[in-house]
């Protein structure tokens, strides 16, 4: 059997958990390095995508994910900021839903600071055209910037979504009993409850 860990049966240590796992996840190529984030369609339907999780703010429960002004999720979030965050580790056998709003940062410090942190590596694909998501006559038909000025020309398509966690769900999954709770700072005072799992 696999040993209880000491957040079992503590609520806030529940909650330290998952912020950890997201911290590392945002440090590190562990289980809560790609989450998914999910938005509300155009349509009302839902998105969702994978996304690389690339800062967190544990006090002013923040998560940082970076996107480009092009993209469907960036209009998807400038028209309603509800959205939503799930990530999953396998080998910690731990879920995290996290629901909040989002806000999109492009040209201001935020981005500028979020921009000088990414590897040239990442920021090619802002300076590529056509946009995310247009459709194209062959697969290879897009074009990506020459050289350093070319890929530095992609700051103004750079977007960084800074979500605030209103909720977040825990679920540990143990042979022993399965944990689950629920965090929420939407209310007066912040919540903290068990859930039946
Ligand atoms: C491992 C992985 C990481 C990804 N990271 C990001 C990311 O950080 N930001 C992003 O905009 N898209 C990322 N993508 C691509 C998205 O999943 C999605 O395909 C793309 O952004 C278009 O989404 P949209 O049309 O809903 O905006 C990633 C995909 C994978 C497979």
Redesign the pocket.
Known sequence: MTETPAFYDDLAGCLAEAWRRLEEGAAHQSGFH?PALATIGRDGAP?L????LRGIDRAARLLR????AR????AEIAADPRVSLHAYDPKAKIQVRIEGTARLHGEDGIARAAWAASRPMSRIGYATAPG??TPLAEGGATAPPQDDDGVEAGFPEFRVIVLTAARLEFLYLARQGHRRALFSWDGKEPAATWLAP
Do not use: E, F, I, Q
Request: charge should be positive.
């Open positions: 790609t998105r995508r994978t996304v690389v994910v970076h996107c480009d993209s469907a999720k960036a995310p998501g």
